[in-house]
C-alpha cells in the first residue's frame, strides 16, 4: 500500500494564514491563537470512537486536549436502497451516512484516509470543523490503494458536516460520502441525556432497472447523472436506506427519558424539514450552535438548504 504522510502531503493543516509565518518553520506545530504554539506530537493520544447511525459515541470525559486519531477507509458496497432496488453506495469504512466522530475543542484530528475504491475514484475528507483549503481536501485526496494522514486543530465547537469533495463532488456526496463530527465545547458539553442519537438524511438519484437478458427487470439500479442535475431524486432517507429507522435500528427510548438527536442533512440537495410527531423538542442547537441559547418549545425547524445540521433535545 502507498502510504504518504502528513509530512509529505504539507505543513501542519491547521494553519490559518496569520500564523503562517511561524508555523512554515514547525511543521509538526499547531498555532492556537489563544495559546501560542502547541507541538501536537507532544499530546497524549487517542484513537477516535467511531460509530455507525443511529449510534454516538459517549461524551468525552477527559478535560484536556489529545492527538485524536481518526482512521476512515473508502469503499463501495451494493446494498438494498429501498424495498424495490439495490444500490451502490460509497461509503466512509463501509456505512453510509459515515461514521460519527466525537472530539473536543483543543483536540488535534490525526485523519487517516485510505482509498480501497477498486473503481479507481480518488476520495477526500473536506470536514468543515477543519480550518484550511478545502476543510482538510487539498491534504486529504487519495487515489486507488494510497493512505493519506494530515493533522487538523479543531478551533471552534459544533456540529459539523463532513463529506468526500473529490470531483464531481456532487456525486460523491449523492453516493454516500457524508458524515457528522461533534466537536464539544472545551468549557463544557451540552447537559447530560439519557440517550443520544445521530440521525443523517439525504437523497438519491437513481436510472430505472434495466432489461437483463432473461426478460427482467434488473434489482440494482444505477446513479443518475440527469436526475441529479434537475435535483429530482428517486428517494429521500434517513440514515442511508429506506426503513433504516423504522425497521433496522429504530430510535429507542423510555417514558420520561430525555433523548438528544444530532442530525445532519447531507443533501446533496433537497431541504429538511425534521420533527417529531406527537411531541415538541424541548431546546433546538440551530445550525449545529451549541454555544448560544438554544431555541425552546419548538415543534419543526427547517435546515433550508443541504449540508446544514442541528442538535435536538426532546
Ligand atoms: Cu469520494
Known sequence: MDTITGEE???DATLVPRWNETAQS?????????????????????????TSAPSVPPPITRNHPVLLQV???????TRQLTSQYKYEQWNFNGIVPGPFIRARVGDVVELSLTNRDKAGNPHNIDCHAFIGPGGGSALTTAEEGQTKTARFRLHYPGL?????????VPVHIANGMYGLMYV??????????????????????????????NGKLSSTVEFSYPNALREEPSVVVFNGHEAALTRDKPLKASVGEKVRIFFGNAGPN??????????????VYRDGDVVSPPGQFVQTTMPYFALKKVVWDI
Open 9 to 11: 502531503a504539507g505543513p
Open 26 to 50: 514547525h511543521s509538526q506545530a499547531c498555532v492556537d491563537p489563544g495559546e501560542g504554539l502547541i507541538d501536537s506530537s507532544k499530546l497524549p493520544v487517542e484513537e477516535a470512537v467511531l
Open 71 to 77: 482512521p476512515l477507509t473508502t469503499g463501495t458496497k
Open 160 to 168: 459539523y458536516l463532513y463529506h468526500c469533495a473529490a470531483a464531481p
Open 184 to 213: 464539544e465545547p472545551a468549557t463544557g458539553d451540552l447537559p447530560p441525556v439519557d440517550r443520544e442519537y445521530y440521525v443523517m438524511q439525504s437523497e438519491f438519484y437513481h436510472e430505472p432497472p434495466e432489461i437483463e437478458d
Open 270 to 283: 433537497l431541504t429538511s424539514s425534521f420533527h417529531v410527531i406527537g411531541s415538541t423538542f424541548g431546546k
